[in-house]
């Protein structure tokens, strides 16, 4: 991983900006100039602003303070960043479709999961990278052999390893400096440090297998539980998430409250007249915060129009979301043909509306409450085809607004500036955070 990282990627960077052992750019055009450099690095500092938290360090500037730059921002940087920042700066797009390439090769090695045919992918694909490699850097001359160095010719076995290893995910440097860390706590002897340290992982090792076999991992944890954040709110029929304060004192507006009744009539096939009217019974509260408590990284997505920002915080509004979309609207006389559809906006507003008794006229049965987001969509352009299947896209402005279930939301996404009225949305999340949609089955369930 740091031979990718701190040596690879820095000595691209080195190339790009003629500070690479003495050496020039040769026969090629290469490097950039100091003007647009600087612009880049200016940009990745302040790109953190509106990059959430979770996704990583603040990432100064790498011009003026690349020391500081550890291999885990590099990282961010080459997969999230460089694919933005360095769009249209060389004088020959050859070297960005190449560093793209090299994106789209190690986002492929870090999947949770890689089938035989993406090994083989990578394999071919590496091969082909490293040979226009020594197309457009080295130039097949002896005086630029400096330009080859091993961290070069170690992409050829990344595949081999992950063919007899399996997903790199499972023992590149990262998770292996964290399981490293956590042995320190072992070593409780200082005449015999490794006895100590070798008695831990064994016990350890033997406690993970209790848990696992008799599925006891909350009461034999050695990790205290999350504490519950005074002031929020959860609901057993929303089990993966959990609403956080601040919540606003007041009742959501008139305007708010139609919006929360066209989601409602939409979720309960009901007229617009008998979802206001329902709506005049319940509790109907807004909040400005709300977690994903599905796995122990759960994102934190917060609303934009509750509670107040500091001045040095990461912005922690714009989402994924997914919606059904017919993909007939435009055709009344055609069949309702549905499309699980991926959109990306900022979070407006989080609603929960508590119906304290039955409404028949609603199916509703029993007390029940609903919570929704209001999300103010992207207007998304055409993706870059160069970029496609990164999950980079970019976007102009804002369009209409939807309001959907909470469990629509999928996770929290970054932004880079592009222009004055441009950005392009970074999203981490992959297919694991994807929904799946089925489609319905012979009853309409």
């Given at each position: 991983?740091?031979?990718?990282?701190?040596?690879?990627?820095?000595?691209?960077?080195?190339?790009?900006?003629?500070?690479?052992?003495?050496?020039?750019?040769?026969?090629?055009?290469?490097?950039?100039?100091?003007?647009?450099?600087?612009?880049?690095?200016?940009?990745?500092?302040?790109?953190?602003?509106?990059?959430?938290?979770?996704?990583?360090?603040?990432?100064?500037?790498?011009?003026?303070?690349?020391?500081?730059?550890?291999?885990?921002?590099?990282?961010?940087?080459?997969?999230?960043?460089?694919?933005?920042?360095?769009?249209?700066?060389?004088?020959?797009?050859?070297?960005?479709?190449?560093?793209?390439?090299?994106?789209?090769?190690?986002?492929?090695?870090?999947?949770?999961?890689?089938?035989?045919?993406?090994?083989?992918?990578?394999?071919?694909?590496?091969?082909?990278?490293?040979?226009?490699?020594?197309?457009?850097?080295?130039?097949?001359?002896?005086?630029?052999?400096?330009?080859?160095?091993?961290?070069?010719?170690?992409?050829?076995?990344?595949?081999?390893?992950?063919?007899?290893?399996?997903?790199?995910?499972?023992?590149?440097?990262?998770?292996?400096?964290?399981y490293c860390g956590s042995l320190q706590p072992g070593i409780r002897s200082r005449r015999f440090p490794w006895a100590s340290m070798d008695r831990y992982v064994l016990e350890k090792a033997q406690l993970t297998q209790i848990m696992t076999i008799f599925n006891t991992f909350t009461e034999l944890s050695l990790v205290e539980a999350r504490a519950?954040?005074?002031?929020?709110?959860?609901?057993?029929?929303?089990?993966?998430?959990?609403?956080?304060?601040?919540?606003?004192?007041?009742?959501?507006?008139?305007?708010?409250?139609?919006?929360?009744?066209?989601?409602?009539?939409?979720?309960?096939?009901?007229?617009?007249?008998?979802?206001?009217?329902?709506?005049?019974?319940?509790?109907?509260?807004?909040?400005?915060?709300?977690?994903?408590?599905?796995?122990?990284?759960?994102?934190?997505?917060?609303?934009?129009?509750?509670?107040?920002?500091?001045?040095?915080?990461?912005?922690?509004?714009?989402?994924?979301?997914?919606?059904?979309?017919?993909?007939?609207?435009?055709?009344?006389?055609?069949?309702?043909?549905?499309?699980?559809?991926?959109?990306?906006?900022?979070?407006?507003?989080?609603?929960?509306?508590?119906?304290?008794?039955?409404?028949?006229?609603?199916?509703?049965?029993?007390?029940?409450?609903?919570?929704?987001?209001?999300?103010?969509?992207?207007?998304?352009?055409?993706?870059?085809?160069?970029?496609?299947?990164?999950?980079?896209?970019?976007?102009?402005?804002?369009?209409?607004?939807?309001?959907?279930?909470?469990?629509?939301?999928?996770?929290?996404?970054?932004?880079?500036?592009?222009?004055?009225?441009?950005?392009?949305?970074?999203?981490?999340?992959?297919?694991?955070?994807?929904?799946?949609?089925?489609?319905?089955?012979?009853?309409?369930?």
């Amino acid at each position: 991983m740091h031979l990718i990282w701190e040596n690879l990627v820095k000595n691209l960077v080195l190339l790009w900006t003629g500070g690479f052992k003495g050496l020039d750019e040769g026969t090629g055009e290469y490097e950039l100039t100091k003007t647009v450099w600087e612009a880049i690095a200016s940009q990745t500092s302040s790109a953190s602003d509106t990059i959430p938290s979770a996704y990583g360090s603040r990432i100064p500037n790498i011009a003026k303070d690349r020391p500081n730059v550890s291999a885990e921002m590099w990282s961010f940087w080459t997969l999230y960043l460089g694919p933005v920042l360095l769009r249209r700066r060389f004088r020959k797009r050859k070297y960005y479709t190449h560093f793209i390439e090299l994106v789209r090769l190690l986002n492929i090695c870090m999947q949770f999961e890689i089938s035989d045919a993406e090994i083989e992918q990578i394999r071919t694909g590496f091969i082909a990278w490293v040979e226009k490699y020594e197309e457009l850097y080295f130039q097949y001359d002896v005086a630029r052999l400096a330009t080859c160095p091993l961290t070069v010719h170690a992409l050829l076995h990344i595949a081999p390893s992950i063919k007899f290893t399996g997903p790199v995910w499972c023992y590149w440097a990262f998770p292996m400096e964290r399981y490293c860390g956590s042995l320190q706590p072992g070593i409780r002897s200082r005449r015999f440090p490794w006895a100590s340290m070798d008695r831990y992982v064994l016990e350890k090792a033997q406690l993970t297998q209790i848990m696992t076999i008799f599925n006891t991992f909350t009461e034999l944890s050695l990790v205290e539980a999350r504490a519950e954040i005074p002031g929020s709110f959860s609901d057993p029929l929303y089990p993966s998430c959990i609403l956080l304060p601040p919540k606003s004192p007041f009742t959501p507006g008139k305007n708010q409250l139609t919006t929360i009744a066209a989601a409602l009539s939409t979720r309960c096939e009901a007229s617009m007249p008998v979802v206001n009217a329902a709506l005049r019974g319940a509790l109907v509260e807004e909040w400005g915060k709300v977690r994903r408590v599905d796995s122990e990284e759960g994102d934190t997505m917060r609303s934009c129009s509750l509670g107040s920002v500091a001045e040095d915080s990461r912005d922690a509004t714009y989402v994924r979301y997914q919606m059904l979309v017919d993909e007939n609207a435009r055709y009344p006389r055609r069949p309702i043909k549905l499309k699980l559809t991926t959109f990306y906006g900022q979070l407006t507003h989080i609603y929960r509306v508590h119906f304290p008794s039955p409404v028949p006229d609603l199916a509703i049965d029993e007390p029940t409450t609903y919570i929704f987001a209001a999300v103010r969509a992207c207007n998304l352009k055409p993706d870059d085809t160069l970029l496609r299947g990164l999950d980079i896209h970019f976007y102009s402005g804002h369009g209409h607004f939807d309001v959907v279930d909470i469990t629509s939301l999928q996770a929290l996404v970054g932004r880079v500036p592009v222009q004055s009225s441009e950005w392009a949305v970074v999203d981490r999340s992959g297919v694991l955070a994807q929904a799946q949609w089925l489609g319905e089955d012979e009853n309409g369930d």
